[in-house]
């Protein structure tokens, strides 16, 4: 089983300010990492994911993440938020042979504020 | 393509009350899933599919069913609804590749009041 720890629920950010959002992960196997973000009152969009290879990634919207193993740490990082990055960031797991499922951490709410 | 659909948006139940969430993809994805939101939260995994008759169940299942009978539809049913079920639902879809990953892709989901 997996599960995932987003260790902020709240990042409040000045627009062109450079943000971090947290997450941590624990897994008995091997993983694949995922964020998505959620715009208000829409679905939710793949920002970017790590199957394998470089730790870092690079997703849409200028976003990237580091995988780190040794720290089981999967944090998005951007230099410059912008007004239209205000949503709500989800980070997810999904374990080697699950089917693909995913786990999914609580989510951080970023706000950005003029 | 429209990708994921599903219908209604938006509906309001009595307790007791049963109902059916469709859910849509034109993409010919073999896996499908379907989750709840429910604030401060995440999501959380109700029930999936891997392909046409082939359905199982995840993380909260109590309370749903579904059914797989063609690759594009993939329904939840509630029987009797809780106010326990007041939630917003979001069935998505991926490939399930080969390769050994895959992205799921989401609906806009339905908002669920059961009063």
């Known amino acids: 089983a997996q599960s995932v720890t987003q260790l902020d629920s709240q990042v409040p950010v000045f627009e062109e300010a450079p943000v971090e959002l947290r997450c941590n992960y624990s897994?008995?196997?091997?993983?694949?990492l995922f964020w998505y973000v959620q715009y208000p009152n829409q679905g939710l969009q793949l920002l970017l994911k790590?199957?394998?290879?470089?730790?870092l990634v690079k997703g849409i919207n200028g976003f990237e993440a580091e995988f780190n193993k040794s720290q089981t740490s999967f944090h998005l990082r951007k230099p410059s938020v912008h007004i239209s990055d205000t949503a709500e960031y989800f980070c997810a797991v999904s374990g080697y042979g699950s089917n693909y499922k995913l786990t999914f951490g609580k989510g951080t709410l970023l706000t950005v504020n003029p | 393509n429209a990708g994921v659909t599903q219908t209604p948006k938006f509906r309001i139940l009595k307790i007791g009350q049963s109902m059916t969430l469709q859910c849509a993809q034109d993409?010919?994805?073999?896996?499908m899933y379907w989750y709840r939101q429910d604030p401060g939260m995440g999501l959380k995994l109700i029930y999936y599919s891997v392909g046409a008759g082939i359905t199982d169940k995840g993380e909260v299942p109590n309370g749903y069913n579904v059914s797989r009978s063609t690759t594009e539809d993939f329904p939840l049913r509630l029987e009797l609804a809780a106010p326990s079920q007041t939630s917003v639902y979001f069935c998505a879809s991926g490939t399930g590749t080969s390769g050994g990953f895959e992205t799921q892709y989401f609906g806009p989901g339905t908002r669920l009041l059961v009063l």
């Open positions: 993409m010919n994805h073999n896996y």
């Open positions: 897994s008995s196997v091997s993983v694949y």
């Open positions: 790590y199957l394998s290879g470089s730790t």
